[in-house]
């Protein structure tokens, strides 16, 4: 699947301003409301928005637009990768300010977005350079593109929704599980300590002691208790158990190796 350029712009308006409607976006966009219905109603098809009917100040229902996590996923890849085709292959430099607009806009549409909004921010707060950011948005954006490619694939096919909604599903699930342990190879490749105990001394003499310390403190006591909190904390548990029990597998098979 290929957007053109205004659905494209259409998607990325409902994904900086969740609620927003299609007379609106017509607006912004200078273009015709029935263009802009017809587009709306494809996104819809497609398991990228959602439309829940409410009154507007002047009392007329109208259809308010929100992302799918399919949606976001999409968004995102594509805010991300869209410099990639341009001979000089660099990252825009609004790139820092439009990915925190996508975060913050949608924290409420899954608790793995909220989270991450905050270990994102954080990382960020002191260097938002583009590839300093496009950096730290690595552990969400190969957790929402697990099975975007296939999607887009299949849809490329049927121009159908192809089970958009089980797509969503896998990605929501995906914004617990998956970007979990990604966070956690994240931090663990930045700085191994992390599983070390509080008091050790391992970052001591490194020149970035003092920073390294600063970000141990902070996934340990602020993204992993939202985790544990977190709805899907028991499907977290439940591929902990999976990975264990895979661990347990491979070093049956090593020892058979060695013996043989």
Same mark, same amino acid.
């Given at each position: ?19 927003s409607n ?45 992302l799918t996590?399919?949606?976001? +996923?999409?968004? *995102?890849?594509?805010? %991300?990768? &869209?410099?990639? $085709? /341009?001979? #000089? ?103 191994? +300590?992390?599983? *070390?105990?509080?008091? %050790?001394? &391992?970052?001591? $003499? /490194?020149? #970035? ?52």
């Open positions: 699947m290929t957007l053109n350029e205004t659905q494209q712009k259409v998607l990325f308006k409902i994904g900086m301003s969740p609620g299609a007379l609106s976006i017509a607006k912004e966009l200078d273009r015709d409301q029935s263009g802009i219905n017809k587009i709306c109603h494809a996104l819809r098809k497609w398991g990228l928005i959602t439309a829940t009917k409410k009154e507007n100040i002047k009392k007329a229902r109208v259809n308010e637009l929100r996590a399919l949606g976001f +996923a999409l968004v *995102l890849e594509t805010m %991300s990768t &869209s410099h990639l $085709g /341009h001979s #000089d292959k660099s990252l825009p430099r609004d790139y820092h300010a439009k990915v925190m607009s996508l975060l913050s806009s949608n924290r409420d549409l899954h608790e793995g977005i909220d989270i991450f909004f905050d270990f994102y921010s954080f990382f960020t707060k002191q260097n938002n350079n583009p590839d300093y950011s496009f950096y730290m948005i690595r552990p969400m954006l190969s957790t929402v593109n697990r099975y975007l490619g296939t999607y887009k694939f299949n849809l490329r096919l049927r121009s159908t929704n192809l089970g958009g909604e089980d797509y969503d599903k896998t990605i929501q699930r995906d914004l617990y599980v998956r970007l979990f342990f990604g966070l956690w190879n994240f931090m663990h490749f930045r700085n191994p +300590a992390v599983w *070390l105990p509080p008091d %050790s001394s &391992s970052t001591d $003499g /490194h020149e #970035d002691a003092k920073e390294y310390e600063q970000e141990i403190e902070f996934y340990r006591g602020k993204i992993l208790p939202r985790f544990q909190k977190s709805r899907g904390w028991d499907l977290i548990l439940e591929e902990l158990a999976n990975r264990e029990a895979e661990c347990a597998r491979v070093n049956a098979l090593r020892t058979w190796i060695q013996k043989n």
